[in-house]
């Protein structure tokens, strides 16, 4: 797979965040996949502000693995930005969540996401899950011109 | 009594005695007549002398039969003919002899002599005739006016009596013995005293002995006898007393009037108007008239205590009684008034009193109108109505609403706030209770991939309860998911088709278990109306138990069917599985609560606890029967309101 195509998961649970990365890599995927804990994180990365001044990498990941709830900006909050500016507005947004909550995923179609996932709690499936998202979006989905 | 004046006169002038005057006077001259005939025929044998005493016969005959006018006639007719005839020188009226003008003279005299007498008689027997026959009169009257009294006595449509002086019944007649009830020879062995009322027997007694004391010639009383059978009767007595020569009481005359019904009424009466006061009073209410003709009020009572006005005063009249009433009240009150005075309607309006204490008080005011023959308003008439209790309700109502309503809306923002908690905190068991939980299997799975020949077996099955637990953890959580969520939201309620809805769940059922085999019977056409998402939750739980506990019937058999009890349409689900201790039926709905262990039958008791509780917020009720081994049958109604309470929230977890 190319390398230019990145993966930004955003994930405050470090488990989850270990899980994911596990399965990634046993799905032979080898892509650079950016690794942030909270929305502002999120944004900062996205944006190339705060810590993120001068990062590394493409300017914006193929596809970002976004949790709901996080520490200091909610992933749909951070969806919300992200659509609302230009410079984001199109990037896929995967919604990784454990929440089965109806009203989140309303609002997360609402706020433009383009897919919407729960994360299931087996661990096979949610490897199978994890496995088949990575290949989706790095592999199958064409994203928006650049 | 004419008959007084009923003297005959002499000259009576009846045909009667007319012809007897005529019959007299012929006699008269007949007599003369036959008498001359006789003298002529006896003279030969007399020397042919004249005879005048001869004459004297048809005299007196004729004065005594017809009295003085006939007696005249014939003593003329005698005197007359004798002097011409019979008295010397004959063929003349001249006498020539003394003694035959003495005895002619004599004749003459003897004549009207005995005329005069005959007519004193005749006038005194006519006279005596007259007295008898006045007494025969009078006598007649008096039988007739025995008779007439003693018909009026004892016909007479009142009780008369006769008492003594010493009040013993004399007589009475048989309207008193109907009054008292006794009969007759029964009362007279009584005394009117002895059948007074006692209450009654000295205001008579008074005037008993001031009759006697000639203080008053007749009394006239209102007062009760007893009857014989002891009933009272109320009579209204007037007695007068009739003296004796001697001047001592003879009896006394009572007359007595039955006058109970005239009582009974006057009581009746009396009561009405304390009835009509009575419940003026209670009522508050008090009735006014007003006569425009020449602009009289009548008032009741009750108004001049509404008003607080003096009752000694007269009613006020339409300027006065404004002051009676706060000017708001008096501007609508008179606008009605005038509404009325103007075109004749009726009114009724609320108006605030204020009486000259200060005091404060609500009517209702009612008023109508009369019209005369022109269509010109003279009289009004109404009520007023103290309705100070019922004003004074209405506002604390008015007040208890609002405080009410404020206090429903406290409630409903406290409510939501604890709904908005609630959501919180079933938004954090589903998000955040899942993560370690995957954590737990994800990381025992990635053990047992990348180390899995490092382990011994022991540490393998540790590793695999780890997954167990976390697995049962996880169905947990939905379980408990699903209970909070039948219980929140809106219910979106449409036609829901059951029919098609079980075969679709059978259907899956039967895809993830492909070996069982289960007889299924659907009924077609089970249609209600709730929310789908709902329906699904009751139809995958009840339908998913009679899958699993018929798991251990060699083919197992499910059927889904309608039933009518009571006009009501129950929907039931009836499979041949285990069954269930109809001693445990009330733990069935709880949630937690299992009649079943794991070994036997997975699950972690949620299920019928989701499906009471939906079918409960749809209004409906849900029924298990069974029996161990035999089967069991979930039946649920859905009433048609779908009572959207909130209160199972608190009940959620």
Redesign the interface.
């Known amino acids: 797979m190319s390398s230019t195509k990145t993966i930004l998961l955003v994930e405050d649970n470090t488990q989850d965040e270990i899980l994911t990365l596990r399965t990634l890599r046993k799905a032979n995927i080898a892509n650079r996949i950016d690794v942030v804990r909270d929305g502002q994180q999120a944004l900062d990365y996205l944006f190339k502000q705060g810590e993120f001044v001068g990062r590394e990498g493409p300017d914006l990941p193929t596809v970002i693995l976004l949790d709901i709830s996080l520490p200091r900006l909610s992933g749909l909050e951070v969806l919300k930005r992200l659509r609302a500016n230009p410079l984001t507005a199109l990037v896929p947004v995967v919604i990784l969540t454990s929440s089965d909550e109806q009203r989140d995923r309303l609002s997360s179609f609402q706020n433009g996401a383009n897919s919407f996932v729960r994360k299931p709690v087996d661990f096979n499936d949610f490897a199978e899950t994890v496995a088949r998202l990575g290949v989706y979006w790095l592999a199958t989905n064409e994203g928006p011109p650049r | 009594m004419s008959w007084q004046q009923d003297v005959i006169p002499l000259g009576h002038a009846s045909v009667n005695s007319r012809w007897q005057a005529l019959w007299s006077y012929s006699l008269a001259v007949i007599l003369v007549i036959a008498t001359f005939l006789l003298r002529d025929a006896v003279s030969v044998s007399f020397n042919e002398r004249p005879l005048l005493i001869l004459f004297m016969f048809p005299i007196i005959v004729s004065a005594l039969s017809g009295g003085f006018g006939p007696g005249i006639t014939a003593t003329l007719m005698a005197a007359a003919s004798t002097a011409y005839f019979l008295v010397p020188p004959r063929g003349s009226f001249g006498i020539a002899q003394g003694f035959d003008l003495f005895q002619w003279g004599m004749l003459g005299v003897n004549g009207v002599l005995v005329s005069l007498l005959s007519e004193a008689l005749h006038r005194s027997r006519l006279r005596e005739k007259a007295k008898w026959r006045q007494l025969d009169a009078t006598q007649n009257l008096l039988q007739q006016s025995e008779r007439r009294f003693e018909a009026n006595f004892e016909l007479a449509a009142v009780g008369i009596a006769m008492v003594a002086p010493n009040g013993q019944w004399l007589r009475v007649n048989s309207k008193l013995c109907d009054i008292l009830g006794y009969r007759h020879e029964e009362l007279l062995a009584l005394t009117f005293q002895a059948i007074t009322h006692p209450d009654d027997l000295s205001d008579d007694l008074i005037q008993v002995s001031r009759m006697l004391a000639r203080e008053i010639p007749t009394y006239s009383i209102e007062k009760r006898y007893i009857r014989k059978d002891g009933s009272l009767v109320w009579i209204n007595l007037t007695v007068s007393l009739v003296w004796k020569p001697d001047s001592t009481p003879d009896y006394f005359i009572s007359v007595l009037e039955d006058i109970e019904a005239r009582k009974q009424a006057e009581a009746a009466l009396k009561a009405s108007e304390a009835a009509l006061k009575s419940a003026q009073r209670l009522a508050g209410l008090g009735n006014w008239e007003w006569d425009l003709r020449n602009g009289t009020h009548q008032w009741s009572e009750e108004i001049y205590a509404i008003y607080g006005r003096d009752p000694v005063l007269p009613p006020a009249d339409y300027q006065e009684v404004q002051k009676y009433f706060t000017p708001e009240s008096w501007r609508d009150l008179a606008l009605a008034v005038e509404l009325g005075l103007k075109d004749g309607r009726a009114y009724e309006c609320d108006a605030e009193v204020v009486r000259p204490d200060g005091s404060r008080r609500w009517i209702v005011a009612r008023g109508d109108t009369t019209k005369d023959a022109d269509g010109q308003v003279v009289f009004m008439h109404g009520t007023v109505q103290d309705i100070t209790g019922r004003k004074h309700a209405e506002e604390e109502i008015r007040r208890l609403n609002a405080e009410l309503e404020k206090r429903v809306l406290d409630r409903t923002a406290e409510l939501s706030h604890a709904n908005q908690e609630l959501d919180c905190f079933v938004?954090a068991v589903?998000?955040?209770l899942?993560?370690?939980?995957?954590?737990m299997?994800?990381?025992?799975?990635?053990l047992i991939e990348d180390f899995s020949g490092q382990f011994p077996e022991e540490a393998q099955i540790y590793l695999d309860q780890i997954?167990l637990a976390?697995?049962k953890m996880?169905d947990l959580?939905d379980g408990l998911?699903e209970l909070s969520r039948c219980t929140r939201g809106e219910l979106s309620c449409g036609e829901v088709d059951l029919s098609t809805l079980s075969d679709r769940l059978l259907a899956e059922f039967s895809r993830n278990e492909p070996d069982r085999k289960v007889d299924t019977d659907v009924e077609s056409g089970l249609k209600v109306h709730s929310d789908a998402r709902m329906m699904e939750s009751v139809m995958r739980n009840l339908l998913g138990n009679a899958w699993k506990y018929s798991a251990h019937a060699d083919i197992g058999r499910i059927r889904v069917y309608a039933e009518h009890r009571d006009g009501v349409c129950r929907i039931c689900v009836a499979d041949n599985g285990a069954g269930f201790d109809m001693a445990y039926a009330s733990k069935l709905f709880q949630p937690f609560q299992r009649l079943h262990r794991q070994d036997e039958f997975p699950g972690i008791g949620i299920g019928l606890a989701t499906v009471q509780r939906i079918v409960h917020r749809q209004g409906g009720v849900i029924e298990a029967q069974s029996e161990s081994g035999k089967g069991a049958v979930f039946c649920f109604t859905l009433s048609g309101s779908h009572p959207e309470t909130e209160k199972s929230q608190s009940e959620l977890l």
């Not at chain 2, 899942?434 to 954590?439: E, N, T």
């Not at chain 2, 299997?441 to 990635?446: K, L, N, P, T, Y």
């Open positions: 938004y589903s998000h955040d899942r993560s370690p939980l995957r954590a299997s994800g990381f025992s799975q990635a997954d976390s697995r996880s959580i998911l």
